[in-house]
């Protein structure tokens, strides 16, 4: 025993406990030295990682405004919906996307096979978001929250919904699935209609649960914004265009109605159009708004504009009587449909006289022809603020031939879009006051600026009241008990090359009732048979909706009457003047 205990003794060495109390010693030192280092001289790196771990900023969505019409019935409306988003490299962590039946069945609730999800997710793992499924409906995303799958979240969203459907689809155009505008007054008026998303820094914890919010920037909530327009004359101006285009089996067609003391557009409609609740069967040209972005040559319907200037520049008198012989210019027959030796100035607008214009028109300086179009509201762009307004064309020439300032005269060598022409009659029916438009709801008074004595500009439309009568080229316009003042007009069409196709457009403008007139409207219809006669107005006039009076106040309408191409709006215990619509459309084969 004593041996062992020897032995025991020879084993224990003072040098190797010392060493190894000194290497414990020296490892809780650097310990030390790290942890204060690290909690007093340089803690910013610890904070650093703790808030990549934790710290989350989160976008605070504001809802798009709402676009009402002016009587604030709702045209465009934001309803709540979600997403679905996955952060990938927590579900694979987790094991991925099983096979279980808890993953299929979110599978079957988006629409997607089990293996593109699980491909999908897979194809980024490190990714921390990643959208599945947008916009699905609330009750949709509360079955898939139940799930509760690891890495998939929700995210609550808008849909822009339209209650009204097709009507003024192609005004108000469409958002993408971001919420953003990319046609029509969605996309002119988006910084109103969207505001601006505020920010909200959180910290999380490693369930995803908020624990603390740290910072907030509030967002800016967006603006509705009220159109002029009335859903119910919009509703009977797309009607009424939908039964002229389908009646002359056209392919396309548009309709501007202008109230004419503010400037303020009622209605404008566009055939095709398409439900934006459900694009998926519409096609690209559905989406066009043909009523400011397609061009046209005016044909007839600037014969009113010819006369005023003639009165204008002492060239002829109200009375005057014009030669309409038909004649030759430069190689080219100048003659009218019916055979006229002479015509008053009525008469020329009545029976749509191209030899009375073309005298008229030569025998005055072009350039006073050309600044009375212009002073209406031809070449220029009308300024209404929609995205994709075509300004139109009006010729710059240094020489002007004879037969080129006779073809001017009745419309020919210049451009004009639909609401350009609405703009010009709205501009007659204020006795030569021309005032902006707008589509939005403005108060009146509103300004104008005189382009034409309002003497003449009364004489002239007295005379367009005869169109719309007996021997007229519009007598489908006439309103029974009302005074209407239009022209109808008619041109070929201009191909891709910049020659006439054998095509068409015809067209009507007017206003009414000539005797306080109130709104204005025009019509256009684009047709392919050379068979197609311009006589009577049988196209044109045929489109016109016939409106005949309303409570004038208020704009509140008792009751809807049915009423030759179109409708009317009566009160029975005040029929006040209302509107008159001039449709614009067009055909081709």
Same mark, same amino acid.
């Given at each position: 025993?004593?041996?062992?205990?020897?032995?025991?003794?020879?084993?224990?060495?003072?040098?190797?406990?010392?060493?190894?109390?000194?290497?414990?010693?020296?490892?809780?030192?650097?310990?030390?030295?790290?942890?204060?280092?690290?909690?007093?001289?340089?803690?910013?790196?610890?904070?650093?990682?703790?808030?990549?771990?934790?710290?989350?900023?989160?976008?605070?969505?504001?809802?798009?405004?709402?676009?009402?019409?002016?009587?604030?019935?709702?045209?465009?409306?934001?309803?709540?919906?979600?997403?679905?988003?996955?952060?990938?490299?927590?579900?694979?962590?987790?094991?991925?996307?099983?096979?279980?039946?808890?993953?299929?069945?979110?599978?079957?609730?988006?629409?997607?096979?089990?293996?593109?999800?699980?491909?999908?997710?897979?194809?980024?793992?490190?990714?921390?978001?990643?959208?599945?499924?947008?916009?699905?409906?609330?009750?949709?995303?509360?079955?898939? !929250?139940?799930?509760? +799958?690891?890495?998939?979240?929700? $995210?609550?969203? @808008?849909?822009? *919904?339209? &209650?009204?459907?097709? %009507?003024?689809?192609?005004?108000?155009?469409?958002?993408?699935?971001?919420?953003?505008?990319?046609?029509?007054?969605?996309?002119?008026?988006?910084?109103?209609?969207?505001?601006?998303?505020?920010?909200?820094?959180?910290?999380?914890?490693?369930?995803?649960?908020?624990?603390?919010?740290?910072?907030?920037?509030?967002?800016?909530?967006?603006?509705?914004?009220?159109?002029?327009?009335?859903?119910?004359?919009?509703?009977?101006?797309?009607?009424?265009?939908?039964?002229?285009?389908?009646?002359?089996?056209?392919?396309?067609?548009?309709?501007?109605?202008?109230?004419?003391?503010?400037?303020?557009?009622?209605?404008?409609?566009?055939?095709?159009?398409?439900?934006?609740?459900?694009? !998926?069967?519409?096609? +690209?040209?559905?989406?066009?708004? $043909?009523?400011? @972005?397609?061009? *046209?040559? &005016?044909?007839?319907? %600037?014969?009113?504009?010819?006369?005023?200037?003639?009165?204008?520049?002492?060239?002829?008198?109200?009375?005057?009587?014009?030669?309409?012989?038909?004649?030759?210019?430069?190689?080219?027959?100048?003659?009218?449909?019916?055979?006229?030796?002479?015509?008053?100035?009525?008469?020329?607008?009545?029976?749509?006289?191209?030899?009375?214009?073309?005298?008229?028109?030569?025998?005055?300086?072009?350039?006073?022809?050309?600044?009375?179009?212009?002073?209406?509201?031809?070449?220029?762009?009308?300024?209404?603020?929609?995205?994709?307004?075509?300004?139109?064309?009006?010729?710059?020439?240094?020489?002007?031939?004879?037969?080129?300032?006779?073809?001017?005269?009745?419309?020919?060598?210049?451009?004009?879009?639909? +609401?350009?022409?609405?703009?010009?009659?709205?501009?007659?029916?204020?006795?030569?006051?021309?005032?902006?438009?707008?589509?939005?709801?403005?108060?009146?008074?509103?300004?104008?600026?005189?382009?034409?004595?309002?003497?003449?500009?009364?004489?002239?439309?007295?005379?367009?009241?005869?169109?719309?009568?007996?021997?007229?080229?519009?007598?489908?316009?006439?309103?029974?008990?009302?005074?209407?003042?239009?022209?109808?007009?008619?041109?070929?069409?201009?191909?891709?090359?910049?020659?006439?196709?054998?095509?068409?457009?015809?067209?009507?403008?007017?206003?009414?009732?000539?005797?306080?007139?109130?709104?204005?409207?025009?019509?256009?219809?684009?047709?392919?048979?050379?068979?197609?006669?311009?006589?009577?107005?049988?196209?044109?006039?045929?489109?016109?909706?016939?409106?005949?009076?309303?409570?004038?106040?208020?704009?509140?309408?008792?009751?809807?009457?049915?009423?030759?191409?179109?409708?009317?709006?009566?009160?029975?215990?005040?029929?006040?003047?209302?509107?008159?619509?001039?449709?614009?459309?067009?055909?081709?084969?």
């Amino acid at each position: 025993m004593q041996k062992n205990k020897l032995k025991s003794a020879a084993n224990f060495t003072p040098l190797r406990f010392g060493l190894l109390c000194v290497a414990i010693l020296c490892c809780m030192g650097l310990l030390l030295v790290r942890v204060g280092w690290l909690q007093i001289v340089s803690p910013d790196n610890l904070v650093k990682q703790e808030d990549m771990r934790s710290l989350r900023e989160e976008p605070i969505d504001v809802q798009r405004g709402m676009i009402s019409d002016r009587e604030g019935r709702p045209l465009a409306v934001s309803v709540p919906v979600s997403a679905v988003w996955v952060d990938p490299q927590t579900t694979l962590e987790k094991g991925g996307v099983g096979y279980g039946p808890r993953w299929q069945a979110m599978a079957q609730a988006l629409h997607l096979n089990l293996s593109e999800l699980a491909h999908r997710v897979e194809a980024h793992p490190h990714a921390r978001f990643l959208y599945l499924a947008r916009q699905i409906n609330p009750e949709q995303a509360e079955w898939i !929250d139940k799930l509760h +799958l690891p890495g998939i979240n929700l $995210r609550d969203e @808008s849909r822009r *919904f339209y &209650p009204a459907g097709h %009507v003024a689809a192609n005004l108000l155009g469409f958002t993408n699935i971001d919420n953003q505008g990319i046609e029509g007054v969605e996309k002119s008026f988006n910084a109103q209609l969207t505001g601006q998303p505020g920010r909200r820094l959180v910290r999380k914890d490693r369930h995803g649960n908020v624990i603390e919010n740290i910072t907030e920037v509030p967002a800016v909530p967006a603006h509705n914004l009220q159109l002029s327009i009335d859903e119910r004359l919009q509703t009977v101006t797309e009607d009424a265009l939908d039964n002229a285009v389908r009646w002359n089996k056209a392919d396309s067609g548009a309709a501007v109605l202008i109230k004419i003391d503010t400037g303020e557009i009622l209605s404008m409609a566009s055939y095709p159009d398409f439900n934006p609740n459900n694009r !998926d069967d519409a096609k +690209l040209d559905d989406f066009r708004n $043909r009523a400011i @972005s397609d061009t *046209f040559e &005016p044909g007839s319907t %600037v014969k009113p504009l010819v006369l005023m200037t003639a009165l204008q520049q002492g060239i002829v008198q109200p009375d005057s009587v014009v030669d309409t012989h038909p004649f030759v210019l430069d190689g080219h027959r100048i003659r009218d449909v019916g055979y006229y030796p002479e015509l008053s100035l009525t008469g020329i607008l009545q029976k749509s006289s191209d030899t009375g214009v073309s005298h008229l028109s030569l025998a005055m300086p072009i350039q006073h022809l050309i600044d009375t179009y212009k002073a209406f509201g031809f070449g220029d762009s009308t300024g209404l603020g929609l995205t994709g307004e075509s300004a139109g064309l009006m010729p710059q020439r240094r020489y002007w031939g004879q037969l080129d300032r006779a073809t001017f005269a009745f419309g020919y060598g210049l451009m004009v879009t639909p +609401l350009q022409l609405a703009h010009v009659y709205a501009t007659i029916g204020s006795y030569g006051i021309e005032r902006p438009l707008s589509i939005t709801r403005i108060d009146p008074p509103v300004m104008g600026t005189r382009v034409m004595p309002e003497r003449i500009v009364h004489e002239v439309e007295h005379m367009m009241e005869s169109v719309a009568l007996p021997g007229g080229g519009g007598t489908k316009a006439a309103v029974r008990d009302y005074r209407v003042a239009v022209k109808t007009g008619t041109a070929k069409k201009i191909g891709p090359d910049g020659k006439y196709i054998d095509k068409y457009v015809a067209y009507t403008a007017g206003v009414a009732p000539a005797s306080n007139p109130k709104f204005r409207a025009g019509g256009r219809d684009e047709r392919s048979q050379q068979r197609f006669v311009l006589r009577r107005g049988g196209f044109g006039a045929g489109i016109q909706p016939d409106y005949g009076g309303c409570a004038a106040p208020g704009e509140r309408y008792a009751r809807w009457d049915a009423a030759g191409g179109g409708k009317s709006y009566r009160d029975a215990s005040r029929r006040s003047p209302v509107a008159c619509a001039v449709t614009v459309a067009w055909r081709g084969e």
